[in-house]
């Protein structure tokens, strides 16, 4: 698939514009402060709904407007697909092709976007919540129902948190916020197991023909919540780990163990990059996650991803940035 145009109106520093796309290589130039960053974001809450740029949809919203609207028409086997989302302060609607959603949830699997930035350069070195987040953002467009279930997730989590903070918590109350967490926390870890299972696979054959076969890239999901072999068994040792951890968790006054401290070890030869590779490594293992995220959403899919460089060539050395260019194959990018 692909995008054919877009049209803003009040999103970010746009007040109305209607632009149209190449349907390979569409190159964006302008000065700093222009809105080349705000065109990608704009392009990118069509897969997710989501900014990756922030978590409030208000600064989506042009400075003095009330509603902001991004409308885009993208070619999908064969067919036109035209999706609107509106922005009205903390409040979001979504229409495809013409017809209201109640969920916006519902755009998933629609439109499949990657963005690729400087700040995914970092993502091997920085704290574990990036690396999370990237797992989440990439498993919420290949599998709808991890959506629903990570914010069913963390509802619950901010319940049972809620109540660990007060003076004396009801422990029967408690049991039901274990339940809860166990149900949809489980679900999580297996999703996410599976998907790094997978994801290691081709991002293990990327970085050897990056490096030229000198280095063979590991990925390992670590979870402080040992993994088990199908959904039910998942959440009796979930929910026993809640029960057993009751005590640290009432005394810190928040949940210690669960899908919200997971990690994603990579290694280089058995090493920690995270903590031991060297910058090059660091980014040459980030861009291959990056080129395996692409290449598994299509094996997943059968679509191929729009791909979204925003002003990451010039965060990487001319071999990488060949590297990267010569794996773009015949998708949509915009540079």
């Given at each position: 698939?692909?995008?054919?145009?877009?049209?803003?109106?009040?999103?970010?520093?746009?007040?109305?514009?209607?632009?149209?796309?190449?349907?390979?290589?569409?190159?964006?130039?302008?000065?700093?402060?222009?809105?080349?960053?705000?065109?990608?974001?704009?392009?990118?809450?069509?897969?997710?709904?989501?900014?990756?740029?922030?978590?409030?949809?208000?600064?989506?919203?042009?400075?003095?407007?009330?509603?902001?609207?991004?409308?885009?028409?993208?070619?999908?086997?064969?067919?036109?697909?035209?999706?609107?989302?509106?922005?009205?302060?903390?409040?979001?609607?979504?229409?495809?092709?013409?017809?209201?959603?109640?969920?916006?949830?519902?755009?998933?699997?629609?439109?499949?976007?990657?963005?690729?930035?400087?700040?995914?350069?970092?993502?091997?070195?920085?704290?574990?919540?990036?690396?999370?987040?990237?797992?989440?953002?990439?498993?919420?467009?290949?599998?709808?129902?991890?959506?629903?279930?990570?914010?069913?997730?963390?509802?619950?989590?901010?319940?049972?948190?809620?109540?660990?903070?007060?003076?004396?918590?009801?422990?029967?109350?408690?049991?039901?916020?274990?339940?809860?967490?166990?149900?949809?926390?489980?679900?999580?870890?297996?999703?996410?197991?599976?998907?790094?299972?997978?994801?290691?696979?081709?991002?293990?054959?990327?970085?050897?023909?990056?490096t030229e076969g000198k280095?063979?890239?590991?990925?390992?999901?670590?979870?402080?919540?040992?993994?088990?072999?199908?959904d039910e068994e998942q959440?009796?040792?979930?929910?026993?780990?809640?029960?057993?951890?009751?005590?640290?968790?009432?005394?810190?006054?928040?949940?210690?163990?669960?899908?919200?401290?997971?990690?994603?070890?990579?290694?280089?030869?058995?090493?920690?990059?995270?903590?031991?590779?060297?910058?090059?490594?660091?980014?040459?293992?980030?861009?291959?996650?990056?080129?395996?995220?692409?290449?598994?959403?299509?094996?997943?899919?059968?679509?191929?991803?729009?791909?979204?460089?925003?002003?990451?060539?010039?965060?990487?050395?001319?071999?990488?940035?060949?590297?990267?260019?010569?794996?773009f194959g015949d998708i949509?990018?915009?540079?």
């Amino acid at each position: 698939m692909y995008f054919k145009e877009i049209g803003l109106t009040n999103f970010r520093n746009y007040e109305n514009q209607k632009i149209d796309f190449h349907d390979k290589v569409n190159i964006i130039i302008g000065e700093n402060a222009q809105g080349k960053t705000n065109l990608l974001e704009a392009l990118y809450i069509m897969s997710l709904g989501k900014s990756f740029r922030t978590s409030k949809d208000n600064e989506m919203i042009r400075f003095g407007s009330e509603l902001a609207r991004v409308k885009t028409i993208s070619q999908k086997d064969g067919e036109e697909l035209c999706i609107e989302i509106g922005l009205i302060k903390n409040k979001k609607s979504l229409k495809i092709d013409g017809v209201k959603k109640k969920k916006i949830s519902e755009l998933l699997e629609n439109v499949y976007v990657v963005i690729f930035s400087p700040d995914d350069l970092k993502i091997v070195k920085d704290e574990p919540e990036k690396r999370r987040r990237f797992i989440d953002r990439e498993l919420c467009q290949l599998k709808p129902v991890y959506y629903d279930t990570l914010s069913r997730y963390k509802k619950a989590l901010s319940q049972r948190n809620f109540l660990l903070k007060e003076e004396n918590a009801d422990p029967s109350v408690l049991d039901i916020w274990d339940e809860e967490i166990a149900r949809y926390g489980s679900k999580i870890i297996l999703y996410r197991n599976d998907f790094i299972k997978k994801l290691r696979k081709i991002s293990r054959e990327i970085h050897s023909d990056l490096t030229e076969g000198k280095e063979e890239l590991d990925l390992h999901y670590e979870s402080d919540v040992p993994v088990g072999t199908d959904d039910e068994e998942q959440k009796t040792i979930f929910y026993n780990v809640l029960q057993e951890n009751r005590g640290r968790d009432l005394y810190r006054r928040t949940t210690l163990k669960g899908p919200h401290r997971d990690d994603l070890r990579i290694e280089i030869g058995g090493v920690d990059v995270r903590s031991f590779g060297s910058q090059g490594q660091q980014r040459t293992s980030a861009l291959s996650l990056k080129l395996a995220e692409l290449m598994l959403i299509e094996a997943e899919t059968g679509e191929k991803p729009v791909l979204l460089l925003d002003d990451v060539l010039s965060e990487l050395d001319r071999t990488r940035q060949r590297q990267l260019i010569t794996s773009f194959g015949d998708i949509q990018i915009f540079i």
